[in-house]
């Protein structure tokens, strides 16, 4: 893939400030005309655009500080885009966030969190910028989703599911703007190494899932660089990294009973290993 695709678009990426989302923004920074970074982190943004001005010195950066799940702000936000007469040409919808372990323990502000940013935040977005993106009669969205789309996860219910809306809803959306000569690419990554899993995991939980999920994992620029390739591709959707592939297309196959049987006794197998960082046995596993 040729970066060179991009040349001259304007692309939004949220949750730009760390993981999948800040490499998107390294990486199409040669390429783009203009780029609107979006988190919660300002000061990671500020350091993010001083990055991308010295690969591109003609690079036009919007960075705006936005808590996603202020739909007030959003609003605002949006609003804000349509004065600007900014004409977004690539939607990364990346910004998301998760919360393991049994859904019964679970803070509902974080569930709350993950339906607001993972569903209610990107629905939103979409449905504000594909008005522009019809308007100029072409356009893309890239929606960051997971392998958890693809199946339940016990200790990580709400996230899977929420990613499960993400798939279904890129699928349907794509079918419905071929016409419109807009591409909509759900990119599936399997573990990348992120600040993703510190965020999901309750104090006072250690996390040694990453021990588990060492041999699926890909490198971000890996994921980016095979999401950016889906895209300028037209792909439908993209599961970074050969293993994950593999693995998800031998369980797509698999009987929907015996995938019971196999979440339940993973969901028996990490009940038993969710105890104190204090206890010696504690261990969390699984790919996602
Ligand atoms: N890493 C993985 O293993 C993995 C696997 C599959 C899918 N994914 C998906 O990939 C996407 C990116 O995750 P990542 O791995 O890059 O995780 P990350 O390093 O934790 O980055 C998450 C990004 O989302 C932003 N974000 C979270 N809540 C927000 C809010 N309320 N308002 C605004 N921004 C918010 C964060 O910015 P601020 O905190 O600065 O607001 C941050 O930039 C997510 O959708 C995730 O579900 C990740």
């Not at 990486?27 to 001005?53: F, G, I, Y």
């Not at 997971?146 to 199946?151: D, E, F, W």
Request: proline share 5%; aromatic share 6%; with cysteine.
């Amino acid at each position: 893939m040729s970066i060179s695709f991009f040349a001259e678009c304007t692309v939004l990426i949220t949750g730009a400030s760390a993981g999948i989302g800040r490499e998107f923004a390294r990486q199409l920074a040669p390429a783009v005309n203009t780029m609107v970074l979006v988190a919660r982190r300002n000061e990671r943004l500020a350091a993010l655009e001083m990055e991308l001005r010295i690969i591109n010195p003609h690079l036009e950066v919007f960075s705006r500080q936005l808590d996603l799940r202020d739909h007030a702000a959003l609003e605002r936000f949006c609003n804000w885009l349509d004065e600007s007469g900014l004409s977004v040409d690539l939607l990364i919808n990346n910004a998301g966030l998760g919360d393991r372990g049994a859904f019964i323990d679970s803070e509902w502000e974080r569930v709350l969190a993950m339906l607001q940013v993972n569903i209610e935040t990107l629905t939103y977005l979409t449905y504000r910028i594909l008005p522009s993106m019809r308007k100029s009669g072409c356009g893309a969205i890239l929606n960051v989703s997971s392998v958890a789309s693809l199946v339940p996860v016990p200790h990580l219910a709400v996230y899977a599911a929420t990613k499960a809306y993400v798939t279904s809803f890129s699928e349907a959306l794509r079918a419905e703007l071929r016409s419109a000569n807009i591409s909509v690419t759900a990119l599936c990554p399997g573990p990348v190494p992120t600040e993703f899993d510190d965020v999901a995991r309750r104090e006072p939980q250690v996390n040694t899932a990453a021990a588990g999920r060492e041999m699926f994992s890909v490198p971000v620029q890996e994921v980016v660089r095979r999401a950016l390739n889906a895209v300028s591709r037209d792909k439908a959707r993209i599961i970074p990294g050969t293993l994950v592939n593999l693995s998800m297309t031998i369980f797509a196959f698999i009987p929907m009973y015996l995938k019971r049987l196999i979440l339940n006794a993973q969901a028996m197998r990490e009940k038993a290993s969710f105890v104190s960082p204090a206890h010696p046995k504690y261990e969390i596993s699984g790919m996602i």
